[in-house]
């Protein structure tokens, strides 16, 4: 089992960039492919990036590409999301998850969730 702390939420000017990150606690870290997903208020939680076990493998939604960058530190058991060129659409609560089998785009793929940090995009 993992246990996953997001944190580096905040609120930011349309254009401003943001890192968050999630720490990773409990079972080898390098055990799991891990992604990001998001829910804006009165939608459905979406699936934004993922990258795998070892990170050779990134994998992003459309509506992200070319913004953000996903990466993962084995040293610090932490996976990071890099987002630039923020938009007021992007604003939402960012969750991390972890997934003991693959690197994957669907909320069903993923067996350990965190509780998510809020991202503002406004001005």
């Known amino acids: 089992q993992v246990q996953l702390v997001e944190s580096g939420g905040g609120l930011v000017q349309p254009g401003g960039s943001l890192r968050l990150s999630c720490a990773a606690s409990?079972?080898?870290?390098?055990?799991?492919?891990m992604g990001w997903f998001r829910q804006a208020p009165g939608k459905e939680r979406e699936f934004v990036a993922a990258?795998?076990?070892?990170?050779?493998?990134?994998y992003y939604a459309d509506s992200v590409k070319g913004r953000f960058t996903i990466s993962r530190d084995g040293a610090e058991n932490t996976v990071y999301l890099r987002m630039n060129s923020l938009k007021p659409e992007d604003t939402a609560v960012y969750y991390c998850?972890?997934?003991?089998?693959?690197?994957?785009?669907?909320?069903?793929?993923?067996?350990?969730w965190g509780q998510g940090t809020q991202v503002t995009v406004s001005s």
């Open positions: 998850a972890a997934s003991e089998r693959w690197l994957g785009a669907h909320q069903y793929e993923y067996d350990y």
């Open positions: 409990g079972r080898t870290f390098s055990s799991y492919a």
């Open positions: 990258i795998s076990r070892g990170g050779g493998n990134t």
